[in-house]
């Protein structure tokens, strides 16, 4: 089945530092993959979708310099959160669609999320 | 624009017993919709999907029929086990008021289930 890795899987940090998060497609190529945050308890809430080669597009509220997204390769997508605060405590998770399958009725595959802890 | 409503949990249930979570949509056109589920310390996995009306998923007992003229995509199983305890979420994907390129998969809040001996 198709795999998707994200890394690290847990992350603590002092305020004011960047932390970086990467997400792998690991037997597939991903043009589009997806940003998700989930708050405890809570549903997930899409922050952005990444294209290869070119600039994320960011839902609305999503501050685009703050949660820097980088898709360099047809496997990989960055999300840098930038200035870290504790408010952006929480667990992010990627998700791709292999690029041969499915359209817009296929399933998408996730990452086991990171969770970002910011002191 | 494109929401999901789907019941609070917990849900919580004997083994064996009956399992149903409702699971409502808003969208333009017709979207394709999905049932993903999380078990502890795991990412989402895809449960089951369906792409048109009348369509039924279906996968490890579970399933879910796509309803048109509901708006719904309930899921059930007919008897639960202590390895079903997870979060369920319902999600859907639809097409985008912008056009092109792949659409968003949009969730629901997702609903746990716990499921005792």
């Known amino acids: 089945g198709a795999v998707v890795s994200q890394h690290p899987s847990r992350v603590i940090c002092k305020s004011g530092t960047s932390v970086k998060i990467e997400c792998r497609s690991l037997?597939?190529?991903?043009?589009?993959m997806f940003w998700y945050r989930q708050f405890p308890k809570k549903s997930l809430m899409l922050m952005a979708t990444s294209n290869e080669g070119s600039k994320a597009t960011y839902e609305q509220g999503v501050e685009k310099d703050k949660f820097l997204i980088n898709h360099a390769s047809l496997t990989l997508s960055t999300l840098t959160v930038t200035s870290a605060h504790p408010e952006d405590s929480s667990f992010y998770i990627c998700?791709?669609?292999?690029?041969?399958?499915?359209?817009?009725?296929?399933?998408?595959?996730f990452g086991e999320g990171s969770r970002l802890t910011v002191l | 624009g494109n929401s999901v409503t789907q019941m609070e949990g917990p849900v919580t249930l004997s083994e064996e017993a009956f399992l149903t979570i409702n699971c409502t949509y808003t969208?333009?056109?017709?979207?394709?919709l999905f049932w993903y589920v999380q078990y502890p310390g795991e990412g989402l996995q895809l449960l089951l999907k369906?792409?048109?009306?009348?369509d039924k998923g279906s996968n490890k007992g579970f399933e879910a029929t796509y309803r048109k003229e509901t708006t719904s995509f309930h899921l059930e199983k007919g008897s639960v086990q202590v390895s079903d305890s997870a979060v369920y979420f319902c999600a859907l994907r639809g097409p985008s008021a912008m056009g092109g390129g792949y659409n968003k998969l949009i969730f629901g809040a997702g609903t746990r289930l716990a499921v005792h001996p």
């Open positions: 998700s791709a669609q292999p690029r041969d399958r499915g359209g817009n009725t296929g399933e998408l595959f």
């Open positions: 037997d597939f190529q991903a043009t589009t």
């Open positions: 369906a792409t048109k009306a009348d």
């Open positions: 969208a333009t056109g017709y979207p394709s």
